[in-house]
């Protein structure tokens, strides 16, 4: 496609939900970044695809986050038991090599009522 | 003492005036990235710099590698440049993103 896109756009959960937002990155993108920015400060790390290979995941706040890209292309950030705190925009960003220009989705903003 | 420091934090200018952000980091980096957010959350990568000087359009970066910062300068600036301008660099060895907390910029016409 064009840019990253993430679906969904935002998301509404209720607290113990399990959610799963995706990335689709640029085509041929093989570096892909998931952060999480909390209303008013700046995005922080949370994972890192290199093809299907997490080579990073010492972001994740803890072992209900969890992130996949099977087959080096489409991601899946799943969050299980979903809490108010988990409330931010979930962003991903793709390059095509690592240390080259980052590309980012428009992010899926998560509500955890 | 965060890794990475913008200021100002917020800046308001006028119409056409020559802007300056400023970012400074305490670690060894491979790469620093100039990015902006509009509202609503989509962000831009505007530059990658690993030394020297870029320049695109109206914007110009650049960084001091010895003395760990770099610049974000925009010329004649436009109420259409309004946005938040992050620093995040590459630390050396690394491939994560560390993310200075962003500069508000409001430009009015």
């Known amino acids: 496609g064009a840019g990253v896109s993430q679906s969904p756009r935002y998301k509404v959960a209720k607290r113990g939900q399990d959610v799963a937002l995706r990335c689709d990155p640029i085509s041929g993108h093989v570096s892909l970044f998931w952060y999480q920015q909390a209303l008013g400060q700046g995005p922080e790390f949370l994972t890192y695809f290199q093809n299907e290979a997490q080579l990073d995941k010492s972001g994740l706040p803890s072992d209900r986050f969890f992130a996949e890209r099977p087959e080096g292309s489409v991601s899946t950030l799943k969050i299980q038991r979903t809490q108010q705190e988990d409330s931010a925009v979930y962003l991903c960003?793709?390059?095509?090599?690592?240390?080259?220009?980052?590309?980012f989705g428009s992010g899926t903003q998560l509500s955890v009522l | 003492k965060n890794e990475v420091e913008q200021s100002p934090q917020n800046l308001t200018a006028q119409e056409g005036e020559f802007i300056t952000i400023n970012c400074s980091y305490s670690?060894?980096?491979?790469?620093l990235h100039w990015l902006q957010q509009h509202p609503g959350g989509g962000i831009v990568s505007l530059f990658m710099l690993s030394s020297g000087k870029k320049k695109h359009g109206r914007l110009i970066a650049t960084i001091n590698i010895q003395e760990k910062h770099s610049s974000l300068h925009i010329t004649a600036s436009h109420p259409r440049d309004s946005a938040v301008y992050i620093c995040a660099l590459h630390q050396g060895g690394s491939e994560k993103l560390v993310f200075g907390k962003g500069t508000k910029l409001t430009v009015n016409p």
């Open positions: 960003a793709t390059a095509r090599e690592l240390n080259e220009k980052l590309f």
């Open positions: 670690v060894g980096i491979s790469a």
